[in-house]
């Protein structure tokens, strides 16, 4: 019985060890990426939270982003990065309504899920949204300022090329 008793001290310990192992890790950074709701006026933005952020109903307690209204299902869907791929991934979590990515249906329940990518739409029982990733949203800045810098280059010198040289 008082290795029963060792035993049980044991299990629990490890249980508890690999609980912790699981909660840091759920709890690790990805790349800061957004949803940005596309129904609303007024564009409500979602900020991803963790390696898994969990979308459903705003009355269930188990979601990272919880959507107030009653078509999205309790536990509706999941935004997953993978790091070993580094790279998005959208799971249909078996909502009842359904979840597309660009417009085609993706699998319900199918914890695989499919490739998410910077500026793709999802829709999560109709509900539109656009997935941004910040650092692209900071590349595409970078190049449109570079992009103005060159364009403001070559219009100062403009007034400098002589119009009756020709090639």
């Not at 129904?39 to 898994?52: A, C, E, H, M, T």
């Amino acid at each position: 019985m008082e290795q029963l008793g060792t035993i049980l001290v044991a299990l629990t310990t490890l249980l508890g060890v690999l609980g912790q192992v699981w909660w840091s890790r759920s709890k690790q950074k990805c790349p800061p990426a957004r949803l940005v709701e596309l129904s609303d006026p007024k564009g409500q933005v979602y900020r991803l939270k963790g390696l898994n952020t969990q979308i459903g109903r705003k009355d269930w307690h188990e979601n990272s982003i919880g959507i107030d209204n009653a078509s999205i299902s309790r536990r509706h869907a999941r935004i997953e990065y993978r790091k070993a791929e580094k790279t998005f991934y959208l799971v249909d979590l078996g909502s009842t309504h359904g979840t597309q990515l660009n417009d085609q249906d993706i699998p319900k329940g199918d914890p695989s899920g499919v490739m998410l990518k910077h500026k793709d739409e999802l829709a999560l029982a109709g509900l539109r949204f656009s997935f941004l990733v910040d650092s692209e949203i900071a590349a595409e800045v970078r190049a449109k300022q570079a992009g103005n810098a060159i364009e403001t280059a070559v219009t100062s010198l403009k007034p400098h090329v002589d119009p009756n040289v020709t090639k």
